[in-house]
């Protein structure tokens, strides 16, 4: 029998080696009264493992998504009890949906206190902070004691880091922190707890791929859980070679964008909202003869946005071939979930990816139709521009056209972190960029909250400090959350903001004025009351550029260059606000919506 060598700390020093044993070197958050002894402990262990305090715990939630994103390791919140708690509830709620590995740590009252209206006391009361999170994101957990302390702790670490990426959230009482604990110095190792999905069913794979083969005008469609398995870059390069040898063409959902590069000659680029218009070229309607006949969907839960090529139309019966409809998907709740399937396979994304690469080599595509579906892709590029307005795509005109806007980003951003905000900057980046990697398109499609991308570039860019991180955010969204450029210019993170200036809830005012025309035009409704936001950005420590109504996109593209060599050089958070031409809209395909 061997035996163990036990040691002994506090539970906050534990924790506290346990985060750093699974990479953590930045915790994000607010301190408060119950997290005291935690707090304590993060000070004595600074500069090796730092809190980084934020103007807002929503904000340091997404700041944690960020910081996960940028770096693939767990992103950590910590927050005090009660109102603290639940105000990192959207960030938490967004990166469970995201698949983000976010650990949410709340503090709460001594528990002897428990039931007596002790301050921001959220257990025995009405206020269940645990239960609330327990229904918003994968787990949650009240400890209260160290005999089940690390069992429950090493839980969280569990589900947040397994695949699919979860979020889980831990809530401590104050005075459980400062205790002693004993523990097995080998069980800090992160293999002693918790394993790495790394598994896929090969006689599945090979099926499917025969399938493909056997199609005339076969696809692939990645989702966002192909997004981790692409970044390997010998994976993605085995992958490209894939799709060229078999001349299949490959399109994404919207929130894995750019996880396949998007000026390959076989990609079709975005599929769903605000996609290209590639795709449909591509598939053809149902009553066609000619429509596509063989889909695999790799990662990807077919949610409402991915399959809305119209507003009116989410969960389109156009995305069903003609003949084989195979799904791969590590979780097996999402599959056969919105469309039915005619193979169905629970698997791991990236050994699944490897299988279909290894087998590939060794099939041979039928010659004549692979040579045919590369032509028919050629002709469609070369005869239709895949986004909708291409001369506002092409503008050089004042004010900046949003389309230009993301034309004159592709333009400069060619490394680094694209974050994109809820509202508008959804469509028009969703239409009119093109993403190659190693740029990194980063949406939050499956909860869309405003404000998201103002905190989670500078998260994102303290994980990766050697490449540009840029958000792309509306007047709006800057208001909810633009209290954090304070936080990145504290701690010298040269984030980047492109902030859409139209005064206006303008996703909403154009939404409404196709949906429910009013005589008095919603155009005005939704008004912002004109906040000068350059001179709010530069009173956080921001270096702010204004490009003014009269200036076009020239003017941005000197400054957006200007930015982003003074954010690596100064390490000062860069605030651009474009006064933009308001009159263009996204192509939502609302006025489809209002005919239907």
């Known amino acids: 029998m061997s035996s163990r060598t036990l040691s002994s700390s506090t539970v906050a020093q534990l924790l506290i080696a346990l985060l750093k044993a699974e990479g953590v070197t930045k915790i994000f958050g607010i301190p408060g009264g119950t997290v005291v002894w935690l707090m304590a402990e993060l000070k004595r262990q600074a500069p090796e493992i730092e809190f980084v305090i934020c103007r807002h715990e929503a904000g340091a939630a997404y700041m944690a998504d960020g910081y996960a ?282 050994a699944t990816l490897d299988v279909l690469c290894e087998l590939a080599p060794r099939q041979a595509p039928d010659a004549q139709a692979a040579d045919e579906r590369r032509a028919l892709i050629a002709g469609i590029k070369r005869e239709q521009p895949s986004c909708v307005d291409s001369a506002g795509y092409a503008s050089e005109q004042a004010p900046v056209h949003p389309a230009a806007m993301m034309r004159v980003i592709n333009e400069v951003i060619t490394d680094g972190h694209i974050f994109i905000d809820a509202g508008n900057c959804v469509g028009w980046s969703l239409n009119y960029m093109a993403v190659d990697p190693p740029v990194r398109y980063q949406s939050a499609l499956a909860m869309g909250p405003m404000g998201f991308a103002v905190a989670a570039v500078v998260g994102a860019k303290m994980a990766a400090p050697d490449v540009p991180c840029l958000a792309i955010v509306g007047d709006g969204a800057l208001m909810m959350h633009g209290a954090e450029i304070s936080t990145a210019a504290q701690n010298k993170v040269g984030a980047i903001w492109i902030v859409l200036d139209d005064n206006d809830l303008s996703m909403v005012s154009q939404g409404m004025e196709q949906l429910v025309p009013d005589q008095n035009t919603w155009l005005e409704y939704y008004k912002l009351g004109r906040p000068d936001l350059v001179s709010f950005s530069r009173g956080l420590g921001a270096e702010t550029f204004a490009i003014q109504a009269d200036q076009g996109p020239g003017a941005l593209k000197t400054a957006l260059t200007q930015a982003v060599a003074s954010a690596q050089s100064t390490g000062r958070p860069q605030v651009i606000v474009v006064y933009i031409d308001t009159k263009p809209s996204p192509p939502y395909g609302w006025p489809e919506l209002v005919q239907g």
Not at 101 to 130: A, R
Not at 245 to 268: C, D, Y
Not at 288 to 310: K, M, W
Request: charged letters at 15%.
């Open 69 to 350: 994103r940028a770096n693939g390791k767990l992103g950590v919140v910590m927050t005090t009890s009660g109102p603290g708690a639940i105000n990192a509830l959207s960030g938490a709620i967004n990166s469970q949906a995201g698949h983000t590995s976010v650990l949410v740590i709340t503090g709460e009252v001594p528990e002897k206190y428990f039931g007596q209206g002790y301050l921001q006391e959220g257990s025995d009361t009405q206020l269940n902070v645990s239960g609330v999170f327990r229904h918003a994101v994968e787990s949650s957990v009240l400890i209260t004691n160290t005999s089940h302390f690390q069992t429950l702790f090493k839980q969280a670490l569990r589900s947040a880091l397994s695949l699919p990426r979860r979020t889980a959230h831990v809530s401590l009482t104050n005075e459980l922190a400062s205790r002693n604990i004993a523990y097995d110095a080998a069980s800090l190792d992160p293999q002693s707890y918790r394993a790495r999905a790394a598994c896929t069913d090969i006689k599945a794979v090979q099926s499917a791929l025969g399938q493909l083969l056997e199609a005339r005008r076969p696809l692939i469609f990645l989702g966002n859980g192909c997004r981790e398995a692409l970044a390997c870059p010998e994976r993605l390069a085995a992958f490209v070679e894939l799709v060229e040898r078999l001349a299949i063409p490959v399109m994404t959902t919207p929130n894995a964008k750019g996880i396949f590069p998007e000026s390959h000659p076989l990609s079709l680029k975005n599929y769903g909202i605000c996609g290209s218009a590639w795709p449909r070229a591509y598939m053809k309607p149902e009553s066609d003869p000619d429509h596509f006949d063989a889909l695999l969907v790799l990662g990807s839960s077919l949610g409402q946005l991915t399959t809305s090529v119209i507003a009116r139309e989410p969960y389109s019966t156009g995305l069903i071939p003609r003949g084989p409809f195979i799904q791969f998907d590590l979780n097996p709740g999402m599959i056969g979930r919105s469309f039915p399937v005619t193979q169905g396979v629970i698997a791991e994304l990236g």
